[in-house]
Nanobody, 120 residues
Framework: QVQLVESGGGLVQPGGSLRLSCAAS????????MGWYRQAPGKQRELVAA???????NYAGSVKGRFTISRDNAKNTVYLQRNSLKPEDTSVYYC??????????????WGQGTQVTVSS
């Protein structure tokens, strides 16, 4: 009932920048919160950044000051601007959106994941 489409991954050199996007579509009535997670090979998925419907943000300590999460409510889209990228930022990045359907049921959906590789 809710589809998430991610874009913006790829290969970037250390110190470079990339912006990820995640657009939600479907029977969405409202969105409570949107977030980005990442999972490197052999590691657990971890929260990178999150933003609430009111605009409050939360960041992992390892990305604070380098990454910025934002949202476009009209487009049901969340962005993750990543600057000063490091090799340790290499991961598959997933977006997650929590909200309410037009049926008034809550939903919790994940994107398909997009690979980001930071390497020279």
């Amino acid at each position: 009932q809710v589809q998430l489409v991610e874009s913006g991954g790829g290969l970037v050199q250390p110190g470079g920048s990339l912006r990820l996007s995640c657009a939600a579509s479907g029977s969405i009535f409202s969105i409570y919160a949107m977030g980005w997670y990442r999972q490197a090979p052999g590691k657990q998925r971890e929260l990178v950044a999150a933003i609430t419907s009111g605009g409050s943000t939360n960041y992992a300590g390892s990305v604070k000051g380098r990454f910025t999460i934002s949202r476009d409510n009209a487009k049901n889209t969340v962005y993750l601007q990543r600057n000063s990228l490091k090799p340790e930022d290499t991961s598959v990045y997933y977006c997650k959106i929590i909200g309410q359907l037009t049926t008034m049921s809550d939903f919790d959906s994940w994107g398909q994941g997009t690979q980001v590789t930071v390497s020279s």
